[in-house]
């Protein structure tokens, strides 16, 4: 039994324009997770840290009594 050329095109066309897609969403989804790291890094960078009082003169935990 052969099986022509033409038979099976189509569905190799298709496999590839499948396979084409796939990547297309992998690269879509590559740049929103880079893009939203981007952000929290850069939005890291720029908040500081939480402590910086911590260790600055004239800086009380206890309350003051008056």
């Known amino acids: 039994m ?3 050329i033409a038979a099976v095109l189509p569905f ?8 084409y897609l796939i990547e ?8 929103f997770i ?3 790291l981007t952000a929290v890094f850069i939005g ?9 009082n911590e260790h ?3 800086h009380r935990d206890d309350p003051v009594m008056v």
């Open 56 to 58: 600055g003169e004239g």
């Open 24 to 31: 297309i969403l992998v690269a879509f989804i590559q740049a």
């Open 34 to 36: 880079f893009a939203n």
């Open 44 to 52: 890291q960078a720029f908040e500081g840290s939480h402590d910086d």
């Open 12 to 19: 190799f066309v298709l496999l590839a324009i499948f396979i």
């Open 2 to 4: 052969k099986i022509s």
